[in-house]
């Protein structure tokens, strides 16, 4: 049970981080709280590049030849960041990131995760089936092109039908124009300031990647999910992938980021390139509002139901899988944890209320100026209307609470509610003379959910909390299903009496006919079917209205300031700047740079805590490490730097677009970037390029790899990089 008193460790860890209050709210008169500069953050697009801000804070004026090689240099992968290393074709990304890739190429008898992936020549490389990574080799504003298709559109459905079949025409035109699928194109139309701006990014997708490098899982997510979201950090998570072109060569592309010999320095600049996924630092002060008590609230409350349940069932019924489903969901739990301290926070709040204040002030300002007479009439009503919409979502806070996660399959959702939503739609169409064909894919996806026994009942009975916790107990359809009876007993009943505790039953019910809505499943979800499906229909146009709304703001917020202050994150590719910088941290400092002595003293401090996880278990190569093995060598380090879930695997590039670093997280007080970009203790955590070269170099011997990094010259095999 090591494992669940790691967890409960680190839970009172979450709880007290979540509890704690912040000190700046004890100590700051909130009514004098001003905005910052960079409030909004540092993801600069490459649409606008930051110009101006890059040589007022650096003193340093990049040039047209330097942003097009930071964008070429620079890859995204289907779920990452990555960038080219050398000249031929090397690819560096996370461990994480090419976590799946490592498993795909597992050959019978390998256990390539938990072992690591070395090569010693280019055909011991493997191809990964249906990887790809996509660089960016053209950008074009087609802002006006969209806009120009609204023009008539009056309803939120004509606006969002007019927007997309645009999307799609500009979309067409520019891929064929660029040589179509054959030579590997793909053009994605990016709304920038939530669709006041639009942008069409070409893509060149190559297909042929193989997997060359990744350490063992031990080292690539050293410290597991107990160590995520923290620092100090002693993290390898690192992989290498190769592009390789049509003739099955090593892809030779014309821009690539060269190995630092010396790595950063603290203070030092630093430029992550890669492709944030998504924040929301555009949205009003009572869309923050929404998030904080009701949305992002809610997803945590269901979190730590859930996890509740799982933890009482592996108390009983332990397995590495389970602990596994554990620990991933304690990720999304801290994940949550820290946007609803952010939301809370009153700095915070009031920091983003300054900035609306401030655009309502400029928007009035540039509206009197008779020499700008271009701002749109409706931009006058657009706050008050994003505020009256989340009124009316207010209304269905219970509803969005009761129902969130309520789907068929799904890791939260318990396998008989799952079945008990398609039987309740499959009897309720078969009445209505649905055809068989629309039956029949119902019923096939009811008979497959599957899900263990003893997790489905304690899911059944989450959900039927959830109904009581949202809409009370005095409510028609919780007095109905209960019938003044505990949870525990519904779910007893159900899972005697219901045909719907196994897909294998519940597709015997459906074939013999004798299953009807008086099933004990379905008629614990009868009572709020209309309900829900009443909520999903405001909801969706509650929504509906939002994004149009929410487009003028962007749109208003773009004419006010131009490009001074970078849209939200859309995972479309940025260039982020900070400097390497300590912090304050438990009433002492954070170091900038971790080294691999900081590894083993973790693993010796560590390991025996939590016998069983192997969060801090070290391979035998790194136990047994030869005695040219530098451990002072660094080995992750904290930076400035504006990231946020989708820069994973982004490149840390110096002035001269040398990688320093590897991106693979941030610590616990970054969290809340999602609303607001701060400094004060808030740090992007990467993989120095000097722990990942000592490494390679020293604990894998993949000289030929260290050669290719450090000279540009590709070495075919390993006995080729002995011999020179």
Not at 278 to 289: I, K, M, N, P, W
Request: proline content about 5%; some cysteine.
């Amino acid at each position: 049970m090591n494992g669940i008193r790691t967890f409960v460790a680190a839970t009172v860890l979450i709880g007290a981080f979540a509890a704690a209050p912040d000190a700046r709210a004890q100590t700051a008169d909130i009514t004098s709280v001003q905005a910052g500069q960079y409030d909004n953050g540092k993801m600069w697009t490459f649409d606008y590049p930051p110009l101006d801000h890059l040589r007022e804070t650096y003193n340093f004026a990049p040039d047209e030849a330097w942003f097009e090689k930071a964008r070429l240099g620079a890859l995204r992968l289907p779920n990452c960041s990555a960038s080219f290393v050398s000249p031929f074709g090397l690819v560096m990304t996370n461990h994480h990131c090419a976590r799946g890739s490592v498993a795909q190429v597992s050959q019978p008898g390998e256990d390539l995760l938990a072992d690591g992936f070395t090569t010693t020549s280019l055909a011991e490389e493997r191809a990964v089936p249906g990887l790809y990574v996509a660089q960016l080799v053209a950008l074009d504003d087609v802002t006006d092109e969209v806009y120009a298709a609204l023009e008539g559109a009056e309803t939120d459905a004509e606006k969002a039908s007019a927007r997309q079949e645009a999307i799609n025409a500009i979309t067409e035109r520019i891929t064929e124009a660029a040589g179509g699928d054959e030579a590997g194109i793909v053009v994605q139309v990016i709304n920038l300031y939530n669709g006041g701006r639009y942008s069409a990014y070409t893509f060149r997708r190559f297909s042929d990647v193989r997997l060359v490098m990744a350490p063992e899982l031990n080292l690539g997510y050293f410290g597991g999910d107990t160590d995520n979201f923290t620092y100090p950090r002693y993290a390898l998570d690192m992989s290498f992938l190769r592009v390789y072109d049509a003739d099955g060569e090593p892809y030779e592309p014309a821009h690539y980021f060269a190995w630092s010999e010396s790595g950063s320095g603290e203070g030092e600049p630093v430029f992550v390139i890669g492709n944030p996924g998504s924040t929301s630092r555009l949205e009003t002060v009572a869309q923050l509002e929404w998030r904080r008590d009701v949305q992002e609230q809610f997803i945590l409350d269901l979190l730590n139901d859930r996890i509740a349940s799982l933890m009482a069932y592996y108390e009983e019924n332990p397995s590495p899988a389970l602990l596994n489903q554990i620990f991933g969901l304690r990720n999304t739990q801290k994940l949550y944890t820290g946007r609803v301290k952010g939301l809370n926070d009153p700095v915070i709040m009031a920091k983003r209320a300054d900035t609306q204040a401030d655009f309502l002030a400029d928007l009035e300002a540039r509206v009197a100026d008779t020499a700008s007479p271009d701002v749109p009439a409706p931009y006058f009503d657009i706050i008050d209307n994003l505020n009256d919409i989340q009124t009316q979502k207010r209304e269905y806070a219970a509803e969005f609470g009761a129902f969130l996660a309520l789907q068929p399959g799904g890791g939260l959702t318990s396998g008989t509610v799952g079945r008990a939503l398609l039987a309740h739609a499959y009897l309720s169409q078969k009445a209505a003379g649905a055809a068989d064909e629309a039956l029949t894919g119902l019923v096939d996806q009811l008979s497959g959910i599957a899900q263990d026994p003893g997790l489905d009942r304690r899911f059944l009975e989450g959900r039927l909390r959830d109904f009581v916790r949202y809409f009370g107990s005095d409510d028609p359809g919780v007095m109905q299903v209960l019938q003044g009876r505990t949870i525990e007993a519904v779910a007893d009943q159900i899972f005697a009496e219901s045909a719907l505790t196994s897909g294998e039953s519940a597709a015997a019910a459906i074939s013999d006919g004798t299953l009807t809505m008086d099933d004990p499943a379905v008629a614990m979800l009868a009572p709020f079917m209309q309900r829900r499906q009443d909520f999903q229909s405001a909801f969706a146009g509650l929504g509906a209205q939002e994004a149009e709304l929410s487009a003028q703001h962007g749109r208003a917020r773009f004419e006010i300031y131009g490009t001074t202050r970078p849209p939200d994150a859309t995972f479309s590719l940025r260039i982020a700047d900070g400097v390497v910088a300590r912090y304050e941290y438990n009433g002492t400092m954070a170091p900038p740079y971790t080294t691999y002595f900081g590894l083993y003293d973790r693993y010796a401090s560590h390991r025996s805590e939590v016998d069983g996880t192997g969060e801090w278990e070290l391979p035998e190569r790194w136990l047994n490490a030869p005695a040219t093995f530098d451990r002072s060598t660094p080995l992750n380090f904290v930076t400035t730097n504006d990231i946020i879930g989708g820069n994973s695997g982004s490149p840390m590039l110096n002035q001269d677009l040398e990688v320093v670093g590897l991106i693979f997280d941030g610590n616990i007080e970054s969290l809340p970037s999602a609303f607001i970009y701060q400094t004060e203790v808030a740090r992007a955590v990467g993989v120095d390029v000097r722990g990942m070269r000592e490494a390679l170099d020293e604990i894998y011997d993949m000289d030929r790899i260290v050669h290719e990094l450090m000279r540009h010259e590709l070495v075919a095999t390993e006995a080729e990089a002995d011999a020179m």
